[in-house]
């Protein structure tokens, strides 16, 4: 069985959906053939790890990339004795028909302090022969003489447009039906994350070409956003007993109360025909104090029900 998220990786620039401003200038510096040290920030599953690995197939060619250059997963190999081993050994040895090779640090910002402070010196003393590359989700861990010795792109999340275009790609390519309901509903479970959708839709795939979005809700373990934003709804228009029934049957199902507020404090701020804007901070504010008494020891039950009736009193 061949793994998607490996058969439909971006092999080149053009490949890679959105971060265009990204893939520009890793695109202009392969073709300067000018590359130094790098942080690629952003979050999971938007394309920091497979730019690097696109640059350096562009740079070293097919043949001979995998010779020149190295990844590591950081959130493993993250000891200094890992770093004085393994990479100072890569970095030191002289590259094959290239100017320098390339260390890709992935989750580099599980790095140790000390792991980074090692890492700093090899940048200085391995500049003529390799280039650091580290591939972060909180560029803030890494230390600052890392960061001022590098040049850093930003990654951005995901828009709705672009996961749809990469949906569409691999149900032409695997001959799946998903209507937009289910799209959106993998970009709501997904939250960005392409690798994590690869692996959802190929495990529903399995199952039936044929994807739904109560399907894609189920699978995933994720809480239908429709159904939360009904009850929402229904809380807001004054129609408390309407959102305590919604309610209680998506409790009722064995959903854990804090993953409720969770889904519930994301749909609010993301969604515009809920709350009014000017009220907005005021939800939010409730919101927060009904998960705070949960954790304290409250009943989780009466809070949350104490947060639709404050609900039912704002104006949508």
């Known amino acids: ?82 770093i004085q081993g393994k990479v100072k050994e890569f970095a030191r040895t002289k590259p094959i028909d290239a100017p320098f090779k390339i260390i890709l640090f992935d989750e580099a910002d599980s790095l140790t302090q000390e792991a980074q402070q090692a890492l700093r010196r090899m940048m200085e003393e391995y500049s003529g022969t390799c280039r650091f590359v580290f591939s972060v989700n909180y560029q803030n861990n890494i230390i600052e003489p890392i960061q001022s010795r590098c040049a850093i792109l930003r990654f951005h999340p995901l828009t709705r447009e672009d996961v749809f275009t990469f949906i569409r790609r691999i149900a032409k390519e695997e001959e799946l039906d998903v209507d937009e309901q289910s799209m959106d509903a993998l970009y709501y479970v997904s939250k960005g994350d392409l690798r994590a959708l690869t692996n959802l839709l190929q495990s529903l795939s399995s199952v039936s070409k044929k994807i739904t979005a109560d399907v894609v809700y189920t699978q995933s373990g994720i809480l239908d956003a429709g159904r939360i934003k009904e009850g929402l709804k229904k809380a807001v228009s004054g129609d408390y007993a309407g959102a305590r029934k919604v309610f209680l049957e998506i409790m009722d199902s064995g959903v854990n109360i804090k993953e409720l507020l969770a889904s519930v404090f994301e749909i609010i701020v993301s969604s515009d025909d809920i709350v009014d804007r000017k009220f907005r901070s005021y939800v939010i504010e409730k919101l927060a104090e009904t998960d705070y008494r949960v954790i304290e020891g409250a009943t989780p039950f009466i809070q949350f029900q104490s947060f639709l009736a404050f609900l039912s009193t704002v104006k949508g």
Request: no cysteine; aromatic share 8%.
């Open 1 to 82: 069985m061949v793994l998607w998220v490996e058969k439909y990786r971006p092999s080149s620039f053009k490949d890679i959906i959105g971060q265009k401003e990204s893939v520009d200038k890793l695109s202009a510096m392969v073709s300067k053939k000018e590359i130094q040290h790098m942080i690629l920030s952003g979050p999971p599953g938007v394309g920091k790890t497979t730019s690097a690995v696109v640059l350096a197939k562009s740079l070293f060619g097919e043949n001979m990339w995998s010779q020149n250059f190295i990844e590591l997963n950081a959130s493993d190999d993250r000891k200094l004795s890992v």
